[in-house]
């Protein structure tokens, strides 16, 4: 990967606020904050860890990690923003350590009695706004996790310093803004797509598949007992007519039943990026339409970071082992492909397609074979991209970054740097980037670095290779 | 409150230029938003766009699916970046008065 030119360093770094702003505030970051009190931060900041080490078992891990963190730096072949920037501050064990040093110097009593005997003055303003920058410039995609020979996972610490801070007022507006109209506003959905418009806009997609394909393709809205109820990222309504299609398209093929609740139909849930607390009430609106529509199985849309939160999270926050089961929609659809419920037909796509893998859905292994099989299926020229699967590189918006517009200019200098690189590489006409953040990140990528291929959902995709058969009165086109 | 001044006319908007009060909209302040958004001269096509959006909103409190757009106004996806280079979520809403898309858009 080429080094950041003086020139994009510039560009990418900066200051996006008002200067009157940063010295108000007092911090010195690149995405907007909306103002909070900032006085004593420093005890404020010791006094929301102590009360997330209470409530939570965070301690395990920082015990752990404050242990055997040997600081060596090994992670740092495979972070793209530090291999972008070059600067020691984006090493995946440096950023961690911001954070692990307050833990040790102010939760374990050999730091609390070394601080004392050292005249250690403890954590300072300073650190504080360190952290608020450093937080937010890991994509949190946990790809050093693989590199580190300690197994420290940075990405949870990532996480847990963005908690902590978002915990005493320091939090990207475009993020909470989000947050508070999907818990407390009119609408309840971080997108504000009222009912009425969800209505029209399914209506509306209905006619054109009736249009394109000649059959009926229905949306069903807030039917009970459905076998499958429908969280995909409430994006998806504004932006991703294609891949809502396809998703409606397979279960017409299928026959399943499946509804989206008119109550709450949102998966994106922002908590995985900066907050417990806020993942918890999102899963909680979640549960609540789940048992109002008696639906038996949650299922969750093309979208990385809304399938994670949901699938290893709403276990633990609604239900334990008693708690409905959570699929992703492309694992849902490669399962009736390979029971014979849904009918492909094979060299629809001539063009060269190659495929990325969101970190949440690919990083653990979970959601990796399954949309291949399916490519290959429908696809003549399918080509992968290098590292791929469990090693593939984030898009750069990950971790939230994506939805912050203030900091496009590190999203696509920086964050992206090597994965456009990656893409044009393939020469691929169609990259399928089956997740709502990646989408949007990959096709500002491609126009920035002038990369010509196009970004499509798998359903996008799986839609134009269905085949309904004769009984549907398709036109088989 | 940040304010934004042009043309003598002074509009309340947010951070990222959004106006505050979508109430307040007529076409004057799409003309006047139009040179943030690298729109030089707003044509007939502009118009269209801009009608379509508000009029959207008016009915359902917020922004239509791009497709629909699409469909509606007879502009591919590609000529409504060329009309509004910063895109229709962000420059064409602004145009029309729509406030800020949030979540993933």
Redesign the interface.
């Known amino acids: 990967m080429q080094p950041l030119t003086e020139e994009e360093r510039t560009h990418a770094f900066a200051p996006t ?1 008002k200067a009157e702003v940063i010295a108000r505030q007092r911090l010195p970051v690149r995405y ?1 904050v909306e103002d909070f009190d900032g006085h004593h931060r420093p005890r404020r900041f010791l006094e929301a860890f102590a009360a997330v080490l209470k409530h939570t078992n965070y301690r395990l891990a920082l015990d752990q990690y404050v242990r055997v963190s040997a600081k060596c730096s090994r992670c740092s072949v495979k972070c793209q923003v530090y291999l972008a920037t070059g600067d020691n501050r984006d090493i995946p064990c440096y950023r961690s350590e911001l954070l692990l040093k307050i833990y040790r110097r102010h939760f374990t009593v050999s730091g609390v009695l070394r601080g004392r005997l050292l005249g250690d003055p403890g954590l300072t303003d300073e650190r504080v706004q360190e952290m608020a920058d450093a937080f937010y410039n890991c994509t949190a995609c946990r790809r050093c996790h693989f590199e580190c020979p300690m197994g420290i996972d940075h990405a949870l610490i990532t996480h847990l310093g963005r908690y902590i801070l978002s915990e005493i007022g320091i939090a990207p ?2 993020l909470a ?2 947050v508070r ?1 999907q818990l407390t506003g009119a ?1 309840g ?6 009912v ?2 969800l209505r ?2 399914l209506e ?2 209905s006619d ?1 598949m009736q249009e394109e394909r000649g059959v009926d393709i229905p949306f069903p809205l807030d039917e009970e007992g459905a076998d499958y109820i429908f969280f995909p ?3 998806d ?3 991703e ?2 891949t809502l299609m396809g998703n409606a398209a397979v279960f017409r093929a299928t026959g399943d039943r499946w509804t989206i609740g008119t109550g709450y139909f949102d998966g ?1 849930n922002y908590g995985l990026f900066y907050s417990d607390h806020i993942l918890e009430m999102v899963l909680h609106k979640m549960r609540a339409e789940v048992e109002r529509l008696k639906a038996k199985t949650i299922l969750i849309g093309e ?1 990385g970071h809304a399938s994670r939160s949901a699938k290893f999270f709403y276990p633990t926050y609604c239900g334990g082992k008693q708690a409905l089961p959570v699929v992703n929609c492309m694992e849902y659809a490669h399962k009736a492909w390979k029971q014979g419920r849904l009918k492909l037909k094979p060299n629809t796509i001539a063009e060269a397609v190659t495929y990325h893998d969101p970190c949440n859905l690919a990083r653990t292994g979970w959601v990796v074979e399954q949309p291949r099989e399916l490519l290959k299926a429908i696809c003549s020229n399918y080509v992968e991209m290098t590292p791929n699967r469990r090693d593939n590189i984030c898009c750069g918006g990950g971790g939230g970054t ?2 912050i ?2 900091i496009k200019p590190y999203r696509m200098l920086v964050g992206g740097r090597a994965k456009a690189e990656q893409i044009r590489a393939t020469g691929a006409k169609y990259c399928v980037a089956p997740c ?2 990646c989408k ?1 990140q990959l096709r500002e990528l491609m126009e920035e670095h002038g990369v010509d291929c196009q970004i499509v959902g798998l359903h996008d995709l799986l839609y134009k290779a269905i085949d309904f058969g004769p009984a549907a009165g398709g036109n088989g086109q | 409150m940040p304010t934004f001044e042009v043309n003598d006319h002074k509009y309340e908007v947010d ?2 230029g959004f106006l505050q009060e979508p109430g307040i909209w007529n076409e004057t302040v799409a003309s006047d938003f139009a040179t943030t958004e690298g729109v030089t001269d707003l044509t007939e096509a502009h118009w269209k766009v801009i009608h379509y959006l508000r009029n959207y909103y008016l009915q ?9 757009v699409c ?1 509606e106004t007879g502009f591919k996806l590609n000529e409504i970046y060329q009309l509004f280079p910063s895109g229709p ?2 420059g064409a809403c602004k145009l029309a008065g729509l406030p800020k ?5």
């Not at chain 1, 959905?189 to 009222?194: D, L, Q, R």
């Open positions: 606020r907007h507006r475009a803004v989000s109209e609408t959905n971080t997108s504000a797509v009222p009425p418009a029209d806009s509306f997609l054109d990222a409430v994006s309504f504004l932006m007519a294609d994106i979208c994506v939805s517009d203030e709502a953040n949007k | 951070e990222d359902f409190g917020i922004a239509p699916m791009i497709r629909k469909k979520a962000k898309p949030t979540g993933c858009v």
